[in-house]
Every structure is written in structure tokens, then in C-alpha cells.
């Protein structure tokens, strides 16, 4: 269980750097927010090209992906119904509630996880394609949809080619199949700049915590506690069911598959809310509290699956 620590304290360190950079004002005031545009528009590109690119496509095609799907939808579902139903909010609010519920970190917590617990990092390609190339397109289309003018046939059809991240995961995706071999001249600083892409996500996010009162009363409490508890615990009892009896996975991919969906909330909904301008507070305390309650849930299913 060493990969599970391991994997929270690199994060964890990295946060509480960008924290102490934020508090301190060494950065400016506006310091967060470039962050966020850089890596939304720069680094974090280059890091889903690079991946998507490395990746072998019988691994990233495996029994795993409807079952990531499933869970991430049924999960988003019954967020809406709950916030339709108890805490009434405007839709690109609801948009973010329900993807900080849903939309695991995968990258730079499930790769270290997945070896550790797991044996290797292949259920983590599985869960990247279904968020990068499914999952990230529908939720950004929504935040346009919810945060822009009333949108006309052609701004849907052109939504993908808009945005620099789908961009990114498709042309990966595509290189992987085809076996296109990149030469150094432009490889080499794609790996560079997608290295950099987890430090910005992370400190970013950290810069914002100086002042924030989590679970603040009168605030997003109801929403955060929602994203919290489906995402730590009604998420990966979804995975459970749906991998062994609606399609059928064997138990060692079961397990996978459930310590996947344990992870926290990824950073990557706190930049898509930061670019939008909205729900950053749900995705800020939701990533808390998920980091937190992710280790016990980890290390829950490990015991009772492993």
C-alpha cells in the first residue's frame, strides 16, 4: 500500500508549495489564474498527447472502458437528480458539482495506485481514454452550452475543435493507432511541456486555498458534501455491480476497475471550472475532501477485493 501514500504526498506536497507561494504573495495576486490558462491551453495538451501517444490500444480498449463509462454517467445522474431535487442550482454550477463527482485523477495519483496496489499501471489507460476522449468533451460542451450565448448548430459541431485538450487527446489517439514515430525535434519539448502540466494543475489549485473556507455555512456546503460522498463511495459500489454483473469482468479486472474509481477528484476539474468561471469553490473543497476520504477508500477496497 506504499504506491497509495506515496501517490497523496507527492500531490499533497506540491499543493501545500503553491499554497505557501499564494499566501505568501511572492507570485502576485493573478498568479493562479495564469497558471490555470497556461496549463489549460499549453501543458496539459501536451501531457494527454504524450500519454494517449504511448499508450498501447488493446490496453486502452479493454472491458474496463464501458464500465468507467457507466459509472461516470450513473454517477453524474443521480448528482442532477439529487441537486434537481434538493439544492436547485444554475447549470454550469450543476455541470461542475457533477463532474467533481465523477471525474477521477487518474494520471498523477492512479498511475502510482494502479502499480501498487494493483500490480501495474494498465487500468489507468482505460479510464484516461474514457475521461479525455468521452467524459471531458460532454462536460465542456456543457460548461459552453451553460456559460455562453444560446449556441447555434455550427458553434456545437465546432465545440471539439475549440477546445486545445480534445484537440490534443485526438491527435494522441490517433498517432497511437497509425504508429506514427514523432521525431526528437518535436517530441522532446512536448514531453517537456507535458511534464510541467501536473506542478502548474497542482500549484494552481493551491494558490487558490489561502482564504477559502471549506464547507463554509450559507455557501456550497450541500453541494460539496453531495460530490464528496457519491465520488468516495457510491461511484466505486457502482463500479462494483456494473463490472460484475452487467458486463461480466473477471474479478482481477473488477478490482482494477474499483481502485480506479476510489481515486479523488482530479485537479483538472478545478482548471475547467477556473477557465469557466464557475463552481470553483465546489471543485476546490471537493478535491479536498476526496484526497482525504480517497485513502480509506483505496485501501477499503484493496482489503476487501485484493
Same mark, same amino acid.
Given at each position: ?46 501531457? &494527454?498527447?504524450? *500519454? ?12 474496463? @472502458?464501458? @464500465? ?59 479510464? &484516461?481514454?474514457? !475521461? ?9 460542451? &456543457? ?13 456545437? *459541431? ?94 482481477? !479486472? /473488477? ?21 469557466? /468561471? ?8 471537493? *478535491? ?16 476487501? &477485493?485484493?
Amino acid at each position: 500500500m506504499g504506491g497509495v501514500f506515496a501517490g497523496f504526498a507527492l500531490v499533497g506536497t506540491v499543493i501545500l508549495v503553491g499554497y505557501l507561494a499564494g499566501r505568501s504573495g511572492i507570485a502576485g495576486p493573478h498568479a493562479g489564474p495564469v497558471l490555470s490558462r497556461i496549463a489549460f491551453f499549453i501543458t496539459n495538451p501536451a501531457l &494527454l498527447f504524450t *500519454i494517449l501517444t504511448t499508450s498501447e490500444l488493446h490496453a486502452i480498449f479493454s472491458a474496463l @472502458v464501458p @464500465v468507467a463509462f457507466a459509472a461516470a454517467v450513473l454517477t453524474c445522474l443521480i448528482y442532477w437528480g439529487l441537486s434537481a431535487l434538493w439544492f436547485p442550482r444554475k447549470g454550469a454550477e450543476t455541470v461542475v458539482g457533477a463532474m467533481a463527482g465523477s471525474y477521477v485523477n487518474a494520471n498523477h495519483i492512479g498511475i502510482p495506485v494502479a502499480i501498487y496496489a494493483i500490480g501495474n499501471a494498465t487500468p489507468v489507460a482505460p479510464v &484516461l481514454l474514457v !475521461q479525455l476522449l468521452m467524459l471531458s468533451p460532454l462536460f465542456l460542451l &456543457l460548461l459552453d452550452l451553460t456559460t455562453g450565448q444560446k449556441p447555434t448548430l455550427k458553434s456545437l *459541431i465546432s465545440q471539439p475543435v475549440r477546445n486545445p485538450m480534445i484537440i490534443a487527446s485526438f491527435l494522441g489517439a490517433v498517432t497511437a493507432w497509425t504508429g506514427l514515430e514523432l521525431p526528437p525535434l518535436i517530441w522532446d519539448p512536448l514531453k517537456v511541456l507535458g511534464g510541467a502540466a501536473v506542478p502548474l494543475v497542482l500549484m494552481a489549485f493551491g494558490m487558490s486555498l489561502p482564504g477559502s473556507k471549506p464547507l463554509q455555512s450559507g455557501g456550497t456546503r450541500t453541494e460539496v458534501l453531495v460530490a464528496t460522498g457519491l465520488k468516495a463511495v457510491v461511484m466505486p459500489a457502482l463500479t462494483y455491480l456494473l463490472a460484475r454483473y452487467a458486463f461480466g469482468v473477471d474479478a482481477g !479486472q /473488477t478490482f482494477a476497475a474499483v481502485i480506479m474509481s476510489a481515486l479523488p477528484t482530479a485537479q483538472n476539474v478545478f482548471l475547467f471550472s477556473s477557465r469557466y /468561471t464557475r463552481g470553483a469553490a465546489v471543485a476546490r473543497d471537493t *478535491i479536498l475532501l476526496t484526497s482525504v476520504a480517497a485513502i480509506p477508500a483505496v485501501l477499503l477496497a484493496a482489503l476487501l &477485493l485484493g
